[in-house]
């Protein structure tokens, strides 16, 4: 069964960090890039990092840029999203998602994890 499963997600204060993690089963996530996403309620899922299936290519949303990191263990199946300098604005459920194509654009992605909460507050 393919899947993905995020985790990681909690409450933080403003100027924490966190780091989620997204592992892949069913799959082999190697030949896929994968993209973070965030989503608030009434609002549209935003990309917010990806990163290619070689690691060449690494894009961010410009409201995480120096903040947020994304990487990959492919030994692991499993894609990271380092969180630094927290802001009230980054509290959304996140999700990780795999596709062919290494794109911000959600339309794009073909296996979707179920998300992981986000709160930053103080």
């Known amino acids: 069964q393919v899947q993905l499963v995020e985790s990681g997600g909690g409450l933080v204060q403003p100027g924490g960090s966190l780091r989620l993690s997204c592992v892949a089963s069913?799959?082999?996530?190697?030949?896929?890039?994968v993209g973070w996403f965030r989503q608030i309620p009434g609002k549209e899922r935003e990309g917010v990092s990806c990163?290619?299936?070689?690691?060449?290519?690494?894009y961010y949303a410009d409201s995480v840029k120096g903040r947020f990191t994304i990487s990959r263990d492919n030994a692991k199946n499993t894609v990271y999203l380092q969180m630094n300098s927290l802001k009230p604005e980054d509290t959304a459920v996140y999700y990780c998602?795999?596709?062919?194509?290494?794109?911000?654009?959600?339309?794009?992605?073909?296996?979707w994890g179920q998300g992981t909460q986000v709160t930053v507050s103080s």
């Open positions: 990163i290619s299936s070689s690691e060449s290519r690494l």
């Open positions: 998602a795999a596709g062919g194509i290494t794109t911000l654009t959600k339309e794009y992605y073909e296996y």
């Open positions: 069913g799959f082999t996530l190697d030949y896929y890039a």
